[in-house]
């Protein structure tokens, strides 16, 4: 039972770090998003490009920050896991 305990251990931190490198990684993306957007809108505002661009970067914007909400739950659920592993 302890190697069990001990192997789950160990697995889930290795998990956690790695959830926490995806949470760097995915906010450095918004960020990127965000100031891709806003170009977009600069080059919109100044008639060299269209709307369609726009929107585009919009919803990469929306899409990246659903994906960094998703790895955020997933590394608390895996903080939950440790702490009720190491009791």
Same mark, same amino acid.
């Given at each position: 039972?302890?190697?069990?305990?001990?192997?789950?251990? *160990?697995?889930?931190?290795?998990?956690?770090?790695?959830?926490?490198?995806?949470?760097?990684?995915?906010?450095?993306?918004?960020?990127?998003?965000?100031?891709?957007?806003?170009?977009?809108?600069?080059?919109?505002? *100044?008639? +060299?490009?269209? +709307?369609?661009?726009?929107?585009?970067?919009?919803?990469?914007?929306?899409?990246?920050?659903? *994906?960094?909400?998703?790895?955020?739950?997933?590394?608390?659920?895996?903080?939950?896991?440790?702490?009720?592993? +190491?009791?």
């Amino acid at each position: 039972v302890r190697i069990v305990v001990l192997s789950e251990t *160990a697995s889930t931190y290795t998990a956690i770090c790695s959830l926490q490198k995806q949470v760097e990684v995915a906010m450095q993306l918004v960020e990127l998003d965000e100031s891709l957007l806003e170009m977009a809108e600069s080059r919109f505002d *100044a008639g +060299l490009t269209n +709307l369609q661009e726009v929107e585009s970067a919009i919803s990469a914007l929306n899409s990246d920050k659903a *994906a960094l909400k998703g790895v955020e739950i997933t590394l608390k659920q895996a903080i939950y896991s440790l702490s009720i592993l +190491l009791g």
